[in-house]
């Protein structure tokens, strides 16, 4: 089958369960503020040590899931949470948390305002160039959750932001 259906061309696209929006439509566009964060994420693991690519493998398959959830309109999260598909929870949050403690508690930390690329890194500019992306994409998470409920979904985002912060900072140490 080819990735070239034409089933866009009218400016609709799939979402799970048969449903289709608008291509300008919100949940559209906070996908896509996702999917390029993952992407940046994908350079930031081809730049960085093999310890930060295992890291930046456990956020892009969160992040994975994550689209999962926003590719489902409110209607239908129910049968998608019935048929045991990933979904960002507490769990997911207080993970992220868990991981910017730790690196907060190896001695990295707020110090004044970054200067991403500054450091001569690329991993970490990428990681603030994600930073920026994770941002973005929380805000755009909050307009849509005007419209429906998204449990965990802003806070992840919101955490996540805060976590590729430090991670670009350990990064340039």
């Given at each position: 089958?080819?990735?070239?259906?034409?089933?866009?061309?009218?400016?609709y696209?799939?979402?799970?369960?048969?449903?289709?929006?608008?291509?300008?439509?919100?949940?559209?566009?906070?996908?896509?503020?996702?999917?390029?964060?993952?992407?940046?994420?994908?350079?930031?693991?081809?730049?960085?040590?093999?310890?930060?690519?295992?890291?930046?493998?456990?956020?892009?398959?969160?992040?994975?899931?994550?689209?999962?959830?926003?590719?489902?309109?409110?209607?239908?999260?129910?049968?998608?949470?019935?048929?045991?598909?990933?979904?960002?929870?507490?769990?997911?949050?207080?993970?992220?948390?868990?991981?910017?403690?730790?690196?907060?508690?190896?001695?990295?930390?707020?110090a004044?305002?970054?200067?991403?690329?500054?450091?001569?890194?690329?991993?970490?500019?990428?990681?603030?160039?994600?930073?920026?992306?994770?941002?973005?994409?929380?805000?755009?998470?909050?307009?849509?959750?005007?419209?429906?409920?998204?449990?965990?979904?802003?806070?992840?985002?919101?955490?996540?932001?805060?976590?590729?912060?430090?991670?670009?900072?350990r990064?340039e140490?």
């Amino acid at each position: 089958m080819s990735i070239i259906t034409g089933r866009g061309d009218e400016g609709y696209t799939d979402l799970l369960y048969g449903k289709r929006i608008a291509k300008t439509s919100l949940r559209v566009a906070t996908l896509g503020a996702i999917d390029e964060l993952n992407t940046t994420l994908g350079v930031v693991r081809c730049h960085g040590s093999e310890s930060l690519a295992v890291e930046v493998d456990w956020l892009q398959e969160k992040l994975v899931g994550l689209m999962g959830e926003l590719a489902v309109l409110p209607e239908d999260l129910e049968r998608y949470a019935g048929d045991t598909m990933p979904q960002i929870g507490p769990e997911e949050v207080a993970t992220v948390e868990e991981r910017a403690k730790a690196i907060e508690a190896a001695g990295v930390s707020f110090a004044g305002w970054a200067r991403p690329g500054a450091a001569g890194s690329l991993a970490a500019a990428f990681l603030d160039q994600a930073r920026t992306g994770a941002r973005r994409a929380e805000r755009k998470a909050l307009a849509l959750a005007e419209e429906g409920p998204l449990p965990q979904i802003t806070l992840f985002l919101n955490r996540l932001s805060d976590y590729l912060w430090l991670l670009a900072r350990r990064e340039e140490s």
